[in-house]
C-alpha cells in the first residue's frame, strides 16, 4: 500500500568514539534511507549530560525528513543505522556511540510498548528543543504546545554549536 509522505523529526546523539563524525556520518545514513528525504538538518550541538554526569559530553542535532515508511518501519530504519554504528542497548542513560530518536511522526501521537511518539522527555530537554527549534521554530508539539515556548522554559546554559565551539 502507498502511504501518503508524512514529514518527521528525528533527534542525533552521540557521545563515545568521536561524536562528531558519529553524528555526521548519520546524516548521511538519513540522506540515503529508502523511502524519505532528508528535508534539513541542524548544526551540530556540544551539551554537557542530562542525566548520570560521570560520562563524556554528546553531540546533538535535529533532522527534518519527509517518509512514505509508517511509524514503525523508520523505527526499524532507525535502528539499523544505530546497529551500524555498534550502537549497545542495555545501560540505561549510559554513553552511547549513537541514538536516533523518533521525535515527531506529522501530528500522530502514538503510544504502544515499542513507541513512543511524541517522545516522551523531549519538551524538557534543550539538546532535543534547541536543534529542532533551529529548523523548525514554528512547530507545535502535540500535546505539549508551541516549541518556541517549551524552549523559552528550558535551561539552554549546556549547549554550545560545534562550529563556535571550534571557533571560540
Ligand atoms: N544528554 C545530552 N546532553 N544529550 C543526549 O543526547 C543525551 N541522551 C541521553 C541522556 C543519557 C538522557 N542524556 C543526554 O540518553
Known amino acids: 500500500m502507498t502511504v501518503a509522505a508524512c514529514v518527521v523529526y528525528i533527534g542525533l546523539g552521540s557521545n563515545l568514539d568521536d561524536p562528531v563524525r558519529q553524528v555526521g556520518d548519520a546524516l548521511l545514513e538519513l540522506r540515503e534511507m529508502p523511502g524519505s528525504q532528508l528535508l534539513r538538518h541542524s548544526r551540530l550541538y556540544r551539551s554537557t549530560p542530562i542525566g548520570p554526569q560521570d560520562q563524556p559530553d554528546f553531540v546533538n542535532a535535529a533532522a527534518m525528513l519527509e517518509t512514505a515508511l509508517d511509524p ?54 534543550a539538546f532535543v528543543l534547541v536543534p529542532l527549534h533551529e529548523i523548525a521554530p514554528q512547530l507545535t508539539v502535540p500535546g505539549q504546545g508551541a516549541l518556541a515556548a517549551l524552549l523559552a522554559a528550558v535551561d539552554t546554559e549546556g549547549l554550545r554549536a560545534v562550529d563556535e565551539v571550534a571557533t571560540g
Open 72 to 125: 514503525f518501519e523508520l523505527l526499524d530504519a532507525l535502528h539499523l543505522i544505530e546497529k551500524r554504528h555498534r550502537r549497545e542497548r542495555g545501560v540505561r542513560w549510559g554513553p552511547r556511540t549513537l541514538d536516533l530518536d523518533l521525535l515527531l511522526y506529522a501530528d500522530r501521537r502514538i503510544d504502544s510498548p515499542r513507541l513512543q511518539v511524541p517522545h516522551p522527555q523531549m519538551h524538557r530537554r
